[in-house]
């Protein structure tokens, strides 16, 4: 049996008293710990390992389907392309989009997914300002994260820190749907709490639809405690959570 197991379950025999088996305690903390280090090591070198089985190797200077990256790599599953990761070498227009030179994802059947806007442009009703982060969904809606506080249909929603931020999200008409907010706020007389662990949202008539309660709320003759994630229909009655 390997030595360590004893090193971490020995300790249950010894004398605390003695400190001859002090400096024990602290010899087997001590491996324990270098025991640790060693599985923790193990584990991130396993998973950086797994990161990258799923993908090709990078290809340099590319030019593809008139569009030239400085890299670009394939996801893979069963020798079947799933995705497509690419970096841009300049500004370039994708199916009408402008995408900047920056990291852009597409589908396996090459539909564009994830880019940086170079300016800004109108996508299902709604103008994105420059430098905004567009993810589409499979249902064509549209998942954004803005570059800074954004003014967005009255609400002003918080962004920032890549196309992995703090993310808005739209309705496929345009309307706003989730986000998050630079403070509490008022919305159909209800105290919505936001901060980076409480969004906000709305039904796709502009009523809210779900946020988490900034203060006590008395509601429909139910009384509802500050910190309750509350869930309202389309005409504004509480309803169980989906």
């Excluded at 390997?2 to 004398?15: D, E, K, M, T, V």
């Excluded at 500004?91 to 994830?114: G, M, R, S």
């Excluded at 509490?184 to 949202?201: A, E, H, P, Q, Y």
């Excluded at 502009?206 to 429909?220: F, H, M, P, S, V």
Aim: a positive charge.
């Amino acid at each position: 049996m390997n030595l360590s197991y004893f090193y971490l379950f020995g300790i249950l025999n010894i004398n605390l008293h003695d400190p001859q088996e002090e400096l024990k305690v602290k010899s087997i903390r001590l491996k324990a710990t270098q025991l640790a280090q060693i599985c923790l090591g193990t584990f991130i070198l396993v998973t950086l390992c797994s990161c990258n089985r799923g993908y090709s190797a990078w290809e340099k200077n590319k030019l593809i389907n008139g569009i030239e990256f400085e890299k670009i790599r394939y996801g893979l599953k069963d020798n079947d392309t799933t995705a497509i990761i690419g970096y841009l070498k300049a500004n370039t227009i994708i199916e009408q989009y402008p995408c900047a030179a920056d990291w852009v994802h597409f589908t396996k059947d090459w539909k564009l997914k994830l880019f940086r806007l170079c300016n800004k442009t109108t996508i299902n009703n709604f103008e994105y300002c420059k430098n905004s982060w567009i993810r589409f969904t499979q249902e064509g809606s549209v998942i954004c994260v803005f570059p800074e506080k954004t003014l967005v249909q009255g609400f002003k929603c918080i962004g920032g820190g890549g196309p992995s931020g703090i993310s808005t999200s739209f309705y496929k008409s345009g309307r706003l749907n989730y986000f998050y907010s630079d403070g509490d706020i008022l919305v159909d007389n209800i105290l919505c709490k936001s901060d980076l662990f409480n969004n906000i949202g709305l039904h796709e008539n502009g009523k809210l639809k779900e946020c988490t309660l900034a203060q006590d709320k008395r509601i429909n003759s139910i009384n509802y405690k500050k910190g309750t994630r509350i869930f309202f229909d389309e005409a504004g009655m509480v309803k169980n959570m989906p």
